[in-house]
């Protein structure tokens, strides 16, 4: 059974960082592409941040040069690093796992972050 579990997230003031995490098991973890999304009220998810699984990384336009995603291979951990957060960055964080040998797709179970002015 594939499970993501993202941990975190939190109140922080604007200009603070956060590093959320996203563990990974029943999956071959080495083989995925993993990424980051964010939910607003009343919204569509929105891709934050993608790694795939040779490291190759990408960001949405609004986070780039703030948000950093990294990977542990050895640890079946994805993360994102966020610093110089904006109150806009307020959101549900959600991970997401593609398989490299399935292609399926599985998500987090999202961690609330929100960032005060």
């Known amino acids: 059974q594939v499970q993501l579990v993202e941990s975190g997230g939190g109140l922080v003031q604007a200009g603070g960082s956060l590093r959320l995490s996203c563990a990974a098991s029943g999956i071959n973890f080495r083989t995925a592409a993993m990424s980051w999304y964010r939910q607003f009220p009343g919204s569509q998810r929105d891709l934050v941040a993608t790694i795939t699984a040779g490291s190759t990384t990408n960001y949405a336009p609004s986070v780039g040069g703030r948000f950093t995603i990294f990977r542990a291979n050895t640890v079946n951990t994805v993360y994102l690093q966020m610093n110089s957060l904006k109150p806009e960055d307020t959101a549900v964080y959600f991970c997401?796992?593609?398989?490299?040998?399935?292609?399926?797709?599985?998500w987090g179970q999202g961690t609330q972050v929100t960032v005060s002015s």
């Open positions: 997401k796992l593609n398989s490299g040998i399935s292609g399926r797709a599985y």
